[in-house]
């Protein structure tokens, strides 16, 4: 999470320690501030930059096996859907809806991860994750939000809207799973049908399919916790 910047401005001489000016010198009053150019700029870029990963993030975090066409055909479309929504004559380049900055942050932190091997009651990368320690390390670091430690907790968040249907499911919503309705895991999941967590002893964070597979079997709901 980046750590703000505070700017010091010089102390004003407030003393009277210094010589007053004559009567006759006309002291020009200070101009207006201005926003800078080069702020303003850049402002827009890390916007642009934000979106633009946010539309790749599915196809970023997507399986070896697909195509590398499919994939290139998926990610043209992405781009021009994006550029579908620039609006410069907003404040911002993209749409608020499109631009999606806490999900961003989110999805960002959370697949810089991949490749932390599992551990079993782990919280931090340093030490390891199990599945509630990464999906509790990633939303307290990107959003500063605590959620509990266990997954059947997690589940039964009072403040975290229930998604019933999978079809439902959007970036940045936790995915549970288990067996006989008893929740055992979870993930967050990151689109097109996928999800990433830290799956199990031996194994790393990654990225799994959420529609075929083991994991298509076990899943149980999903949860979308207030942002």
């Known amino acids: 999470m980046a750590s703000a910047v505070h700017a010091q401005t010089a102390p004003v001489d407030v003393d009277g320690a210094s010589s007053p000016a004559s009567a006759d010198v006309v002291v020009a009053a200070p101009a207006p501030a201005s926003k800078p150019v080069m702020a303003s ?35 043209a479309g992405d781009i021009s859907k994006l550029l579908a929504a620039y609006d410069l004559s907003k404040e911002g380049v993209v749409s608020q809806e499109q631009q999606g900055g806490k999900v961003n942050a989110v999805l960002q932190r959370a697949l810089a991860l991949m490749g932390t091997p599992y551990r079993w009651g782990g919280t931090s990368p340093d030490s390891g994750f199990d599945c509630s320690g990464l999906v509790g390390y990633v939303f307290r670091t ?13 589940a039964s968040k009072a403040d975290a809207e229930l998604v019933a249907a999978r079809e439902e499911l959007r970036q940045g919503d ?45 899943y149980l709901s999903g949860r979308r916790v207030a942002m």
């Open 41 to 75: 700029v850049k402002e827009k870029a890390a916007e642009a930059a934000t979106a633009t990963l946010s539309a790749l993030l599915p196809r970023l975090a997507a399986s070896d096996t697909l195509p590398l066409v499919d994939r290139s055909a998926m990610v």
């Open 142 to 154: 990107a959003l500063g939000i605590e959620l509990p430690r266990v997954s059947r907790d997690m």
């Open 174 to 218: 936790l995915v549970f799973f288990g067996l006989k309705g008893r929740i055992n895991h979870v993930g967050i999941y990151v689109g097109e049908g996928r999800f990433l967590h830290s799956p199990s002893s031996g194994k790393d964070v990654r990225v799994d399919s959420l529609i075929t597979g083991y994991w298509a079997n076990r």
